[in-house]
């Protein structure tokens, strides 16, 4: 029995062991999975936080205790962030509290944030505001809430801080290039509207979209919109015109022009329509076009007065002896007249053609009228040069082969190019013959022994020999300068310096030499003697001959 007793007890205890080993086990399992629990939360808390530290945005937290539980924290606690901490400057870093925070703001901003804070933890109003640091001027938008949880339990009351001088500045410069792009538009208006002619803008449609004041006075508006009603005065003509004018510059891409006539405060006016095609912002597609009137009624009087006045000069030079030719800019003959045609010998039928200048050239040539000349196409690419580049008239002379001479004149004319011709050959020989005449008159002049002045009737010295010259060491420059009788006498008087009164001879001598015409005795300073003998010659000049006694 004793026995069975023990055996019974040794397997009581084995039971026992055995079951304080599973309990044992299943208790050790609990406290790693809790542990392993407990590891996660951890860390996910560590990775919230440092997320939220990670943050742009600075915050400031109240955490209040957890009414669910018999939370042994009773108050309410403030944490500070390091963002909010090195946003603010705050001496105190994380450990700062609120009014720490609000010591960095303007007082009265100081006292709105507080304001929002209370409402937020009162009656649950979230805020959202902009405030600036009084030691940097910098802006900071604060926003407030409060985060409850799933169940309802109250965590905290958040303020979010945003700094927002980055975007503040983006803000000024965009405030700054709007102001700009506005004061340009101003600019552009006031020129617009300032402008002396109607103008304005086309879009794709052909509708106008922008018009200014000159635009709306033609049209009888007060001021012009897109929207504006069309009246009935002036639009309509004016309207259909232009609006066929921009369709047809844009199938073109060419300005298109008309002229139109209306009525202007009753009185009626002249103009001419025009519609410029552009391309919108480079786009090959969307294409715009700007219009504009402008007053010709004032050009028009002129081009019809200056028709009237060129056919009068026309007219005269047709009746002149000077052949005359006009060669438009097309280098096209317009005018010619009689003594044009007679002096190049040419037909009526090749004139009334209106040959080019290129063409005359070659006309001439063909009858020998032309210069010779060892390159013809380079001289007849120099001739239609002219019409390129001549601004101001152009005098030369060309020599025909058959003997003639021919003075050309070449002006620029409103029409393109006038030509005068003058056939100068006898003027030409005429001048030769006296130039030759001359030279025969100096050569015996200078071979005369006696000193010898010729003036002409207007006094002018015409002639003298080289006797005068070495009788009076006169100046050869001063005596080709055609210096007059006083001035030439004048030029003597180093000859008196003995007398007391050069004046009073001067004057006797030019009244002997002009008024009686007599001859006369001079004595040098060098004691040489001098008979001076004045005569008056046909043509009424005077010769006075100096005789050495």
């Given at each position: 029995m004793n026995d069975d007793l023990l055996r019974d007890l040794l397997y009581f205890c084995l039971a026992g062991g055995i079951v304080l080993i599973a309990v044992l086990a299943s208790f050790q399992m609990t406290i790693a999975r809790l542990k392993q629990k407990n590891y996660f939360l951890n860390r996910d808390r560590e990775r919230y936080a440092e997320t939220l530290y990670a943050s742009k945005d600075g915050y400031f937290a109240f955490i209040y205790p957890d009414e669910r539980i018999k939370d042994p924290r009773r108050t309410v606690r403030?944490?500070?962030?390091?963002?909010?901490?090195v946003m603010l400057n705050l001496s105190k870093g994380?450990?700062?509290?609120?009014?720490?925070?609000?010591?960095?703001?303007?007082?009265?901003?100081?006292?709105?944030?507080?304001?929002?804070?209370?409402?937020?933890?009162?009656?649950?109003?979230?805020?959202?505001?902009?405030?600036?640091?009084?030691?940097?001027?910098?802006g900071i938008s604060v926003f407030g809430g409060r985060i409850n949880g799933a169940d309802g339990n109250l965590y905290c009351d958040m303020l979010w801080f945003r700094d927002l001088s980055a975007e503040m500045l983006k803000i000024r410069e965009l405030e700054k290039e709007k102001n700009q792009y506005k004061q340009r538009l101003h600019r552009l208006e006031d020129m617009l509207n300032?402008?002396?002619?109607?103008?304005?803008?086309?879009?794709?449609?052909?509708?106008?979209?922008?018009?200014?004041?000159?635009?709306?006075?033609?049209?009888?508006?007060?001021?012009?919109?897109?929207?504006?009603?069309?009246?009935?005065?002036?639009?309509?003509?004016?309207?259909?015109?232009?609006?066929?004018?921009?369709?047809?510059?844009?199938?073109?891409?060419?300005?298109?022009?008309?002229?139109?006539?209306?009525?202007v405060n009753g009185e009626a006016k002249h103009f001419e329509v025009s519609e410029t095609p552009f391309h919108v912002d480079g786009s090959l597609d969307k294409i715009y076009t700007i219009g504009s009137l402008a007053d010709i009624t004032e050009l028009d009087a002129v081009k019809r007065t200056f028709k009237i006045h060129q056919d009068a000069h026309l007219d005269v030079l047709a009746a002149l002896g000077t052949a005359f030719a006009i060669f438009d800019l097309r280098q096209k003959l317009v005018f010619y007249n009689k003594a044009f045609l007679n002096l190049w010998n040419?037909?009526?039928?090749?004139?009334?053609?209106?040959?080019?200048?290129?063409?005359?050239?070659?006309?001439?040539?063909?009858?020998?009228?032309?210069?010779?000349?060892?390159?013809?196409?380079?001289?007849?690419?120099?001739?239609?040069?002219?019409?390129?580049?001549?601004?101001?008239?152009?005098?030369?002379?060309?020599?025909?082969?058959?003997?003639?001479?021919?003075?050309?004149?070449?002006?620029?004319?409103?029409?393109?190019?006038?030509?005068?011709?003058?056939?100068?050959?006898?003027?030409?020989?005429a001048t030769r013959m006296i130039n030759e005449l001359y030279s025969v008159q100096q050569n015996i002049l200078d071979n005369v022994r006696e000193a010898v002045v010729v003036f002409g009737s207007d006094q002018r010295l015409k002639y003298f020999n080289r006797s005068y010259k070495k009788l009076w060491k006169a100046d050869d420059a001063e005596l080709q300068g055609l210096p007059?009788?006083?001035?030439?006498?004048?030029?003597?008087?180093?000859?008196?310096?003995?007398?007391?009164?050069?004046?009073?001879?001067?004057?006797?001598?030019?009244?002997?030499?002009?008024?009686?015409?007599?001859?006369f005795r001079l004595e040098r300073n060098d004691k040489v003697q001098i008979e001076v003998v004045p005569v008056i010659l046909s043509d009424e000049s005077i010769m006075i001959t100096y005789v050495i006694i």
């Amino acid at each position: 029995m004793n026995d069975d007793l023990l055996r019974d007890l040794l397997y009581f205890c084995l039971a026992g062991g055995i079951v304080l080993i599973a309990v044992l086990a299943s208790f050790q399992m609990t406290i790693a999975r809790l542990k392993q629990k407990n590891y996660f939360l951890n860390r996910d808390r560590e990775r919230y936080a440092e997320t939220l530290y990670a943050s742009k945005d600075g915050y400031f937290a109240f955490i209040y205790p957890d009414e669910r539980i018999k939370d042994p924290r009773r108050t309410v606690r403030e944490r500070c962030s390091r963002r909010l901490a090195v946003m603010l400057n705050l001496s105190k870093g994380v450990q700062s509290g609120f009014e720490d925070v609000l010591e960095c703001f303007y007082k009265e901003d100081a006292k709105k944030l507080r304001k929002y804070l209370n409402l937020m933890q009162e009656e649950n109003i979230p805020f959202e505001d902009v405030f600036i640091l009084k030691n940097s001027e910098r802006g900071i938008s604060v926003f407030g809430g409060r985060i409850n949880g799933a169940d309802g339990n109250l965590y905290c009351d958040m303020l979010w801080f945003r700094d927002l001088s980055a975007e503040m500045l983006k803000i000024r410069e965009l405030e700054k290039e709007k102001n700009q792009y506005k004061q340009r538009l101003h600019r552009l208006e006031d020129m617009l509207n300032n402008f002396n002619m109607p103008v304005w803008l086309r879009d794709e449609r052909f509708d106008i979209i922008i018009a200014n004041k000159k635009y709306a006075d033609i049209i009888g508006v007060s001021d012009f919109s897109a929207e504006s009603p069309s009246p009935e005065n002036n639009t309509a003509l004016l309207e259909n015109i232009s609006r066929r004018l921009a369709v047809e510059a844009c199938q073109t891409n060419k300005t298109q022009k008309s002229c139109i006539n209306l009525a202007v405060n009753g009185e009626a006016k002249h103009f001419e329509v025009s519609e410029t095609p552009f391309h919108v912002d480079g786009s090959l597609d969307k294409i715009y076009t700007i219009g504009s009137l402008a007053d010709i009624t004032e050009l028009d009087a002129v081009k019809r007065t200056f028709k009237i006045h060129q056919d009068a000069h026309l007219d005269v030079l047709a009746a002149l002896g000077t052949a005359f030719a006009i060669f438009d800019l097309r280098q096209k003959l317009v005018f010619y007249n009689k003594a044009f045609l007679n002096l190049w010998n040419l037909k009526t039928d090749f004139l009334d053609a209106t040959p080019s200048y290129g063409e005359f050239l070659d006309k001439i040539r063909d009858s020998r009228l032309i210069p010779e000349v060892a390159d013809f196409r380079q001289y007849k690419s120099e001739e239609e040069k002219l019409f390129g580049g001549l601004i101001e008239s152009r005098e030369d002379l060309l020599h025909i082969p058959d003997g003639r001479t021919f003075r050309r004149i070449v002006a620029p004319h409103p029409n393109g190019l006038i030509f005068a011709y003058e056939d100068v050959s006898d003027r030409l020989a005429a001048t030769r013959m006296i130039n030759e005449l001359y030279s025969v008159q100096q050569n015996i002049l200078d071979n005369v022994r006696e000193a010898v002045v010729v003036f002409g009737s207007d006094q002018r010295l015409k002639y003298f020999n080289r006797s005068y010259k070495k009788l009076w060491k006169a100046d050869d420059a001063e005596l080709q300068g055609l210096p007059n009788l006083a001035d030439v006498i004048e030029m003597q008087r180093p000859y008196f310096n003995h007398l007391d009164n050069w004046e009073n001879l001067k004057q006797n001598m030019l009244g002997h030499i002009l008024n009686i015409c007599s001859r006369f005795r001079l004595e040098r300073n060098d004691k040489v003697q001098i008979e001076v003998v004045p005569v008056i010659l046909s043509d009424e000049s005077i010769m006075i001959t100096y005789v050495i006694i």
